[in-house]
């Protein structure tokens, strides 16, 4: 079993930074894809970002240019940095390992 914990959400202004960690434990696969996901009230979720083994990365539209997603496989754990956040990325942000396993969230509020 894998499991997932996540640390870094918070309240912060616009035009702010942060930054969201997740590790993950147990039966690490070698080779494996992670990343991360959030959820605004009253919509999908949608995928931010995403890395794997090789570092080759994704991002969503409409984060590019501002987030950056990075890992350190010495200690499984990847990380979002997040700047000029607006409003509009106020949502709670899900890890997530292989697409099937999820973190617990952590909240992420953009607001002055």
């Known amino acids: 079993q894998v499991q997932l914990v996540e640390s870094g959400g918070g309240l912060v202004q616009p035009g702010g930074s942060l930054r969201l960690s997740c590790t993950a434990s147990g039966s690490i696969a070698s080779v494996y894809t992670m990343g991360w996901f959030r959820q605004a009230p009253g919509k999908q979720r949608e995928l931010v970002a995403s890395?794997?083994?090789?570092?080759?990365?994704y991002y969503a539209d409409s984060v590019k240019g501002r987030f950056t997603i990075s890992r350190d496989n010495a200690k499984n754990t990847i990380y979002l940095q997040m700047n000029s956040l607006t409003p509009e990325d106020t949502a709670v942000y899900y890890c997530n390992y292989m697409g099937y396993l999820w973190g617990q969230g952590t909240q992420v509020t953009v607001s002055s």
């Open positions: 890395i794997n083994s090789a570092r080759r990365t």
